[in-house]
């Protein structure tokens, strides 16, 4: 199976520009935990996540109704095909620590994939149980 049947292909977004107060409010809104930040062309530029907001503004001081989006989301984005097999996003989330991939196509955001989407699925929740111990083995490490 590909990434492209079991993906988000309507992610909601953000602009680079846009306020962490907006950003935080879509977040809430759409009970998602992680936002992509693209440009007006559809390019990816970083993420946005709840812990991002929590972290890098609030944790700060900074005012979140004129702080920036792109001063505080992650630019380092883990990436995936909307044609990569399901068995190897999994992988990729186990192995870099992270719930949601984005899909990109030609440079441009077409979807996301998160650890939800394989869950949901009976065929696939050995793959998603397999990511979520390695993301819980490797916190427990940490922590």
Same mark, same amino acid.
């Given at each position: 199976?590909?990434?492209?049947?079991?993906?988000?292909?309507?992610?909601?977004?953000?602009?680079?520009?846009?306020?962490?107060?907006?950003?935080?409010?879509?977040?809430?809104?759409?009970?998602?935990?992680?936002?992509?930040?693209?440009?007006?062309?559809?390019?990816?530029?970083?993420?946005?996540?709840?812990?991002?907001?929590?972290?890098?503004?609030?944790?700060?001081?900074?005012?979140?109704?004129?702080?920036?989006?792109?001063?505080?989301?992650?630019?380092?984005? &883990?990436?995936?095909?909307?044609?990569?097999?399901?068995?190897?996003?999994?992988?990729?989330?186990?192995?870099?620590?992270?719930?949601?991939?984005?899909?990109?196509?030609?440079?441009?955001?077409?979807?996301?994939?998160?650890?939800?989407?394989? &869950?949901?699925?009976?065929?696939?929740?050995?793959?998603?149980?397999?990511?979520?111990?390695?993301?819980?083995?490797?916190?427990?490490?940490?922590?």
């Amino acid at each position: 199976m590909k990434v492209r049947d079991i993906m988000n292909s309507r992610p909601v977004t953000v602009t680079p520009e846009e306020s962490v107060e907006v950003a935080a409010r879509l977040l809430g809104r759409h009970n998602i935990g992680m936002l992509p930040v693209c440009s007006d062309d559809g390019r990816l530029r970083g993420v946005v996540t709840d812990r991002d907001v929590v972290l890098r503004c609030v944790a700060g001081g900074d005012d979140a109704q004129i702080t920036p989006v792109k001063e505080i989301m992650t630019r380092a984005v &883990a990436v995936v095909s909307p044609e990569e097999d399901v068995s190897k996003a999994a992988e990729m989330m186990g192995r870099s620590q992270i719930r949601r991939l984005a899909v990109i196509d030609g440079g441009r955001l077409v979807g996301v994939v998160s650890l939800g989407d394989l &869950a949901r699925r009976p065929d696939l929740r050995m793959e998603a149980a397999r990511a979520l111990g390695d993301i819980s083995s490797n916190v427990r490490r940490m922590g």
